[in-house]
């Protein structure tokens, strides 16, 4: 590169501070200085930046595209300048997370946009996950926090959040026809539709083993398939607020088992290890969980 970074923010803070005089007190420098930094980067390139229109120094067309570009370039510059500084104290330039796909979906944007606020140079990768698949991703050392339902054996994990479970299917499903509680044996002669565990090692079997099922691979196919009447499933209650405000799904009025509390534990791959990234962003998943506990018990209430 011919024209230094100097010379850059010199033509920026020219047509910022209005004049060179006052540039050269913004830049803690000599106008002298600051007028032949702008002088050799128009020499340089080339170019004429400004022409004088009566008593005035204006940008020209090619002086107004330099300026967008320098002052693109100097906030990356300064933007690089910041990050390595987070990387020095130890920032991680990325985080792997493993997250069970039971984990409300808006709750973890929230959290990846507040600690992105924190940290904007850190790079967040989420693995999605379903029962087995966090466990494997900590194993394999594809993620360094985990949130799942299961606590792999040699790992401890501090609870979360509970999620609550519900069996549903459309409103005109036969199973809500039957006028009664339902029990297992009646759910036996209709299609199941489940969710396939994400790790390769399938360490679960299914709530029960109908004689038709559906498995897919994403909790959104399955509640799209119960939606339209294809089956029924066990989803997050949250999950399917919607489909039951618009009466596309219905709670299955079981005799037992309509209803189930999965607890959801947070899991560090090594505690003693983790990072300030990891652990920050541990510390804003367990606030935004408390604070979700307490506002859906109020709306419980």
Known sequence: MNVTLDQWKALISVVDSGGYEKAAEALHKSQSSVTYAVQKLQSQLGVKAFEVKGRKAVLTPTGDFLYRRARALVEEADA???AARKL??????????????AFPVWLLLQCLDAFGKESPHTRIEVIETVISGS??????????????????????????????????AHPEHPLHKLGRKITLQDMHAHRQLVIRESGARRATRPRLEASQRWTVSHM??????ASRGYGYGWYPEYRIRDEVAAGTLKALPMREGGENIAQLYLVFADRDAAGPGTLRLAQVLREAADATCVAERAREA
């Open 80 to 82: 690089t300048e910041r």
């Open 220 to 225: 959104t196919t399955s509640i799209g398939a």
């Open 88 to 101: 020095s104290a130890g920032w991680e330039a990325q985080v792997g997370i493993a997250v069970e796909t």
């Open 135 to 168: 466990s494997e991703a900590l194993l394999q050392g594809q993620a360094q926090l985990a949130i799942a339902g299961i606590v792999p054996p040699g790992f401890l994990g501090e609870l979360l959040m509970p999620v609550r479970f519900i069996a549903a």
